[in-house]
């Protein structure tokens, strides 16, 4: 149930899209010739006046077909006989049609349950924020001179820098000032005891909380409630000096000291790699708030503003190999997130706010990346277009479908290799 709910979100986004090019094509007169929902042979198929109306096999996406857009055509109705600006309307439909519809699921989203601001929350004693001096309250602005319109910014540009110690820009009571933020590194191979803090930071941080179960912690008797105060013959502060040890052993048996019910308890335990990513700790959270009207109709905005200065940055930063194109999710793996996300959610309530949320993320995804100026996609048809308004006349036709195949080439490569990269990930995620 949850994997349909997904894929029919999914799919409802690309419909969005392929019916604003349906809407702004008929409204101007353009000969509509097929309307599909999904693709492959024809399931189902109904003439609805010059339309054919069909059901295909294999159910991912649609696709809206129009007289002349593909081959040139004579009737005064086709797409290629029409002037430059009614295509550029039928054509940038679409993403706009994926930022409208976003526009409105955000807005319904955030009058129901607030937004995420850029206002830290607590700051925990012992963080690599509250060492930078962060507080309660403070706006962050900009990270290493980057704006930072959302808290995805933050980490974006947390997760590109690679935890380097960057300057943060602040508002504080009205004044602007800098702090220095230096992340805790947590390396994607690790070694680990197999145990939950009572603290992230801070003395409490040595606190035992939760043992996970099978681990080498499990085996080696420790228990929750013991308190960390030595490993081999180093003292122990608090969660990172553990850390920091376990790095340096490299996997050999470790001596801990643990003070438990007021005794020193001696044991000895293994710890185990962990191989993954690697991610950055900060101690920073973001206050959730609630505006006035005004102020909440303005966050969508912000938000698919956001969202799609992501796209292009992460364009930028796949080409600058700051990003492996690894990372990128395709279908398989988006399913598979809005999946998980409704299986997290232990009601109706919440099914439909996490839903409209993450279908705003990726309808707004979509509607940016279409619009890139790269051929076969929305915006390189928009940019073939504007070459024809500085010529004064359209691109040989074919010219024009020797740039539309090689870029589909492309993008079919890419496509093919992300669904491979996702059912690997999932594999072994």
């Not at 430059?84 to 994926?98: C, Y």
Request: aromatic share 10%.
């Amino acid at each position: 149930m949850n994997i349909l709910l997904a894929i029919l979100a999914l799919n409802f986004i690309v419909i969005i899209h392929e019916l604003g090019h349906y809407l702004v094509a008929k409204k101007a007169g353009i000969k509509v010739l097929e309307f599909s929902l999904f693709f492959g042979p024809k399931l189902f198929a109904v003439q609805k006046g010059e339309t054919l109306f069909s059901l295909r096999l294999f159910p991912v996406g649609a696709f809206v077909q129009l007289e002349g857009e593909e081959e040139a055509s004579s009737s005064n109705r086709a797409f290629n006989n029409k002037p430059l600006p009614v295509r550029a309307a039928v054509i940038a439909a679409g993403p706009l049609m994926n930022l409208l519809s976003a526009f409105l699921f955000l807005c319904i989203v955030f009058f129901m349950t607030g937004y995420n601001s850029t206002l830290v929350g607590e700051v925990p004693t012992g963080s690599p924020a509250y060492e930078a001096g962060l507080q309660a309250g403070d706006r962050i602005i900009r990270y290493d001179g980057k704006k930072v319109l959302l808290p995805s910014d933050f980490y974006s540009f947390l997760m590109v820098s690679k935890g380097v110690p960057s300057e943060i820009e602040i508002q504080r009571q009205g004044q602007i000032t800098q702090v220095y933020l230096r992340p805790n590194i947590i390396p994607e191979n690790r070694y680990l005891l197999g145990f939950a803090a009572k603290q992230q930071y801070g003395e409490e941080s040595a606190v035992v909380s939760e043992i996970q179960p099978g681990s080498p912690a499990e085996a080696g008797g420790l228990l929750p409630g013991d308190r960390i105060i030595k490993l081999n013959d180093q003292e122990i502060q608090n969660k990172q000096d553990i850390s920091e040890f376990l790095k340096d052993s490299q996997g050999q048996p470790v001596n801990l000291t643990v003070i438990r019910e007021g005794k020193n308890v001696k044991l000895v335990i293994k710890p185990k790699l962990e191989k993954g990513s690697a991610y950055y700790e900060t101690g920073i959270s973001f206050q959730m708030v609630r505006g006035g009207v005004g102020e909440t109709l303005k966050q969508p905005l912000i938000y698919i503003g956001s969202t799609i200065r992501s796209v292009f940055y992460t364009l930028v930063w796949l080409v600058t190999g700051r990003v492996s194109i690894k990372q990128l999710a395709g279908p398989v793996r988006i399913v598979s997130i809005m999946s998980e996300v409704v299986s997290y959610s232990p009601t109706p309530y919440l099914i439909f706010i996490n839903l409209l949320n993450i279908s705003a993320l990726i309808s707004i995804a979509v509607g940016a990346t279409n619009l890139l100026p790269f051929p076969a996609l929305d915006g390189g048809k928009l940019l073939v277009l504007a070459v024809e308004s500085i010529r004064k006349k359209p691109l040989p036709p074919e010219r024009e479908a020797a740039i539309s195949m090689v870029g589909f080439a492309i993008l079919m490569l890419l496509g093919v290799f992300v669904l491979f990269n996702d059912i690997i990930q999932l594999i072994c995620g």
